[in-house]
């Protein structure tokens, strides 16, 4: 019972279900790349939703905020 109310932290699981939402919306993955910011709600909303809650909200958007790093690294990598 105590488990089921236990926040979850760990990043490697967190960071895992973002990719997995991202593939479920590629209109998402597309906006990041262009650096749109409209989708952070929309990720931290669906993190929380299948984690019930549970996820750490600020860990969250720090992989949130690391993607959007990552993927403007890879668009400047393939513009040069």
Do not use: C, W
Request: avoid cysteine.
């Amino acid at each position: 019972e105590e488990n089921h109310l236990q926040q979850v932290t760990d990043i490697e699981p967190l960071s895992k279900l973002l990719e997995k939402i991202l593939e479920e919306h590629p209109l998402v993955e597309s906006q990041i790349g262009t650096g749109e910011r409209k989708p952070v709600g929309f990720l931290v909303g669906q993190v929380m939703k299948k984690t019930d809650g549970r996820a750490n909200p600020t860990i969250v958007h720090k992989l949130i905020e690391s993607l959007y790093v990552e993927r403007a690294l890879l668009n400047s990598n393939q513009k040069s």
